[in-house]
């Protein structure tokens, strides 16, 4: 089945320290995106990528960092400049971020909660 | 961008039609209106989109007003399953800054009693 991974499902990183989140898809969706969700707040855009090779930040890309070096694989680095990283954050797909068909019918992964202790 | 406005709660009784509610007043004409849904501690899950026509499928309606200013959710026969967080939200227009982005708001916390 195709599909949208996140791993891992807990994280704990120490201060200081980088920590990469991966998002792999199988479903040759063009676009992919990262968002940050805090305890009862919406979501918020960290970055997002229409093609391979090329992506843009969202509203809160400060302290993170991403690559898409492949179409299947959106990495999310989370950088020691993050100051409060402790968060939910989802990984996304679509398959065209162009509205050539109206489409914004997102896949997203279980996601991943990081802990910073 | 167009931006929404729902109810922060709702409750509904098992069974029972839920309809949430969703005001999007400077929607344009190229703008659809997307929902999705979001169980605690899961990722979202699209449910339904539509431009101006009403919608169904296989989880649940979606009336636009004839205005399109504003539009209903109506999930037919709600469950417990159901309870969860109800994102209403308008697409960015084709060109602008924030084209190829959906923002989520806080949505409508629906919860389903028995």
């Known amino acids: 089945d195709g599909g949208i991974t996140q791993s891992p499902k807990y994280l704990f990183r120490k201060e200081g320290q980088n920590v990469t989140l991966s998002c792999e898809q199988n479903?040759?969706?063009?676009?992919m995106y990262w968002y940050r969700q805090d305890p009862g707040q919406g979501l918020r855009l960290i970055y997002y990528?229409?093609?391979?090779?090329?992506?843009q930040k969202g509203d809160i890309a400060e302290g993170y960092s991403v690559s898409r070096e492949k179409k299947e694989s959106f990495p999310l680095t989370v950088t020691s400049a993050q100051k409060n990283p402790t968060a939910f954050y989802l990984c996304?797909?679509?398959?065209?971020?162009?509205?050539?068909?109206?489409?914004?019918?997102?896949?997203f992964g279980s996601g991943t909660r990081l802990t910073v202790v | 961008d167009a931006k929404t406005t729902q109810p922060p709660s709702m409750d509904c009784a098992e069974g029972r039609a839920a309809n949430l509610p969703c005001n999007h007043s400077t929607i344009s004409g190229n703008e659809y209106v997307y929902w999705y849904r979001q169980i605690h501690s899961q990722g979202p899950q699209y449910i339904i989109h539509g431009l101006k026509n009403n919608e169904t499928n296989e989880m649940a309606s979606l009336i636009i007003t004839e205005d399109r200013k504003s539009s209903t959710l109506i999930l037919p026969h709600a469950t417990l399953r159901d309870t969860a967080v109800y994102y209403c939200?308008?697409?960015?227009?084709?060109?602008?800054?924030?084209?190829?982005?959906?923002?989520f708001g806080q949505g409508t916390i629906l919860t389903v009693h028995p």
């Open positions: 939200i308008v697409s960015p227009p084709t060109g602008g800054t924030s084209y190829g982005k959906l923002t």
């Open positions: 990528s229409q093609i391979v090779n090329d992506f």
């Open positions: 996304a797909s679509s398959i065209d971020s162009l509205l050539r068909t109206g489409n914004y019918g997102y896949t």
């Open positions: 479903l040759n969706h063009d676009a």
